[in-house]
């Protein structure tokens, strides 16, 4: 009996061609063949959701938590034009304006009052406001992704995207960002004044990787700048002021596809994820977590593969949760299929409180990653705190919808050793299990829900 060529799908599976989240991750997007819904982050609720009948979208794209979007028609029935983005105002429900070209929009960044549009070989800047001014115009390299990135923190300038040569990135500074407008009563802290200009002319270009750029991110100040190539393997950090190489991380060894790095808002930590279905956390600051190394780093000299930084955490996020695929081999989908890629996922950070709260005390705050995948689930995720906080969650973090995926546990490999196992002592076995738990740097699963369907699953 031959399974190769079959799959297992669901009777009714969750479609979601494109979700992601808004500057902050307060609220993200969600794009299925029905129309689009907007969803609260944390805690997972719906807010709103639209559908339409004459056609799908290929995304959605929030500004800040504004009822400002930006659409963009895909699939195979297109709502609006692959060369057409139109801007939609969510609380009225209607099309405001629209802004049409000659050739498809590749990708799309935003922040209070600017949007940048890229092309295949070039970005097009806008000023919104009462009305929407096409300002600047940019050349790029061949850029297929439409990569680009924009820091959207208050009194932040800089755009980033990729250059005329390949594996370079051209940094421009706009106008500063206006500060979000306070609401509510007055904050205790004062409002944060805008920075002082910089000492220096900022450089313009950053030579990051040599092949062809997959990724490209900023956070929020526009301080730093990650970079990840085709190869899939590294993550570079820049500093966006001198153009220095900060850090280097290895996700792995084996090529990946990297579909994002997110910065942690306070800049300490970055996180990654790929098609290897990994999340992987990396410290940024030397008084954090400290990363991998290997125990080989002394050659590092002579081979520059030991001095890689390996990330001090991870998760391993269950693939298929809605279809599960026992294909042998990996088929090329188009971009315009009505097909959901279950593999993929989208991560962001929050801060919630914390699941491990002493009981008479107030939980406190800390940040949390959650993870968004196209087929439907919505995991949020804790960091490991020392070494003795990486089981499984007490029940006030116990999935509150249903249980996530199981994963395959994989056994570690064993060194070869004379001696049997059967042989060991206890001692020796209580030993081994200890050293284990603080290799054990995983991620904890607080919570596990299902979004994307519009029928109570959010």
């Not at 153009?243 to 970055?270: N, Q, T, W």
């Not at 200890?434 to 740097?441: E, P, Q, T, V, Y």
Request: charged share 20%.
């Amino acid at each position: 009996m031959n399974l190769a060529r079959h799959s297992i799908t669901a009777t009714n599976p969750i479609q979601i061609f494109d979700t992601r989240f808004e500057a902050d991750c307060q609220i993200f997007t969600t794009t299925t063949p029905a129309g689009f819904a907007v969803y609260q982050t944390w805690p997972l609720k719906l807010i709103r959701k639209r559908e339409f009948s004459g056609g799908t979208l290929a995304a959605v794209v929030p500004c800040h938590t504004s009822s400002l979007l930006f659409l963009l028609g895909g699939g195979r029935s297109p709502l609006y034009p692959p060369n057409k983005v139109v801007v939609w105002d969510d609380v009225a429900g209607e099309e405001v304006a629209e802004l049409e070209f000659r050739e498809r929009v590749r990708g799309l960044a935003c922040r209070r009052g600017w949007l940048a549009v890229s092309f295949r070989r070039r970005v097009v800047v806008f000023e919104v406001g009462e009305t929407i001014v096409r300002r600047h115009e940019f050349d790029t390299c061949d850029n297929p992704r439409g990569l680009l990135a924009m820091a959207t923190g208050a009194y932040a300038t800089l755009l980033a995207f990729p250059g005329r040569q390949m594996g370079h990135v051209q940094l421009v500074h706009l106008s500063p960002c206006i500060p979000p407008t306070p609401v509510g009563p007055p904050p205790s802290v004062p409002p944060a004044r805008p920075p002082p200009p910089p000492s220096k002319h900022p450089v313009s270009i950053i030579a990051a990787h040599e092949s062809t750029l997959n990724t490209i991110t900023v956070p929020q100040s526009g301080r730093m700048l990650a970079t990840t190539s085709s190869r899939g393997t590294l993550v570079r950090i820049w500093d966006t002021l001198t153009g220095k190489l900060l850090r280097v991380f290895r996700r792995g060894s084996d090529k990946a596809e990297i579909y994002g790095v997110a910065f942690r808002p306070d800049e300490k930590e970055v996180c990654v994820w790929s098609d290897k279905g990994t999340v992987h956390v990396f410290s940024l600051i030397t008084s954090g977590p400290s990363n991998r190394q290997s125990s080989l780093s002394p050659l590092a000299s002579l081979i520059p593969y030991f001095d890689s930084e390996w990330s001090y955490a991870q998760y391993r996020i269950p693939a298929q949760a809605s279809h599960i695929s026992i294909s042998s081999t990996s088929s090329t989908r188009s971009p315009t299929a009505d097909v959901t890629d279950e593999e993929k996922c989208m991560v962001g950070w929050i801060q919630a409180q914390s699941d491990r709260s002493e009981p008479d005390h107030d939980p406190p705050m800390e940040y949390q990653l959650i993870a968004l995948t196209y087929s439907g689930g919505w995991y949020r995720l804790s960091l490991p705190q020392g070494t003795s906080n990486v089981s499984s969650p007490s029940a006030a973090g116990t999935p509150l919808s249903s249980s996530p995926p199981r994963v395959s546990s994989h056994p570690r490999p064993r060194t070869s050793s004379v001696s049997s196992t059967t042989s060991r002592t206890e001692k020796g076995k209580e030993r081994e299990r200890d050293r284990d738990r603080k290799d054990n740097r995983e991620l904890v699963l607080e919570e596990y829900r299902k979004y994307g369907r519009w029928d109570g699953w959010g």
